[in-house]
Antibody, heavy 117, light 109 residues
Framework: EVQLVESGGGLVQPGGSLRLSCAAS????????MNWVRQAPGKGLEWVSY????????SYADSVKGRFTISRDNAKNSLYLQMNSLRDEDTAVYYC??????????WGQGTLVTVSS | EIVLTQSPGTLSLSPGERATLSCRAS???????LAWYQQKAGQAPRLLIY???SRATGIPDRFSGSGSGTDFTLTISRLEPEDFAVYYC??????????FGQGTKLEIK
């Protein structure tokens, strides 16, 4: 089955760090670019970060630039998001998402990150 | 940065009716870069339409997309009970790479 499974979410204090993981299966992960997209509670979708298949191209939303780092391990079929200096406004469900070139073709079920003291 | 504005915010219709959802861009968008997603409560989004008018794999033909320039439309010809959800339009760009509209909630009347 083609799927993406996120993990690593949880409760963290403002200023803290968290590392999200995404395990891909059912397709050739190493040939696809990937993204992280988040959704604050009751709100819409916000693109967070992109990484190309070979990690040569990386992009971030302005809201997370300098604080979040995207990476991948093609040997482990895994995508990561290192989140530092977390803020209240980073509270959201974080989705791992497979890139289709100009749209997102596959989404994971998401992992909830709550930033609160 | 291109801003996508969706209307209406909420659309109340009955099963069997026709739904018309609008997505307006703050500047002209290449229609190849316009997509629509459906998100049901508690679920991840699902790709419906890409390239403004092409249906994604497995999407029923009651879903159709149209438009160009700054105005795009998602039409559901005859609503089924499972179609009641939130719908997002999305534009592909450079920075940010993906921009989403704020969503239209399609609810049962």
């Amino acid at each position: 089955e083609v799927q993406l499974v996120e993990s690593g979410g949880g409760l963290v204090q403002p200023g803290g760090s968290l590392r999200l993981s995404c395990a891909a299966s059912g397709f050739t992960f190493s040939t696809y670019s990937m993204n992280w997209v988040r959704q604050a509670p009751g709100k819409g979708l916000e693109w967070v970060s992109y990484i190309s298949s070979g990690s040569t191209a990386i992009s971030y939303a302005d809201s997370v630039k300098g604080r979040f780092t995207i990476s991948r391990d093609n040997a482990k079929n895994s995508l990561y998001l290192q989140m530092n200096s977390l803020r209240d406004e980073d509270t959201a469900v974080y989705y791992c998402a497979r890139d289709g070139g100009i749209m997102i073709t596959l989404w994971g079920q998401g992992t909830l990150v709550t930033v609160s003291s | 940065e291109i801003v996508l504005t969706q209307s209406p915010g909420t659309l109340s219709l009955s099963p069997g009716e026709r739904a018309t959802l609008s997505c307006r861009a703050s500047q002209s968008v290449d229609s190849s870069y316009l997509a629509w997603y459906q998100q049901k409560a508690g679920q991840a989004p699902r790709l419906l339409i890409y390239g403004a008018s092409s249906r994604a794999t497995g999407i029923p033909d009651r879903f159709s997309g149209s438009g160009s320039g700054t105005d795009f439309t998602l039409t559901i010809s005859r609503l089924e009970p499972e179609d009641f959800a939130v719908y997002y339009c999305q534009q592909y760009g450079i920075s940010p790479m993906y921009t989403f509209g704020q969503g239209t909630k399609l609810e049962i009347k």
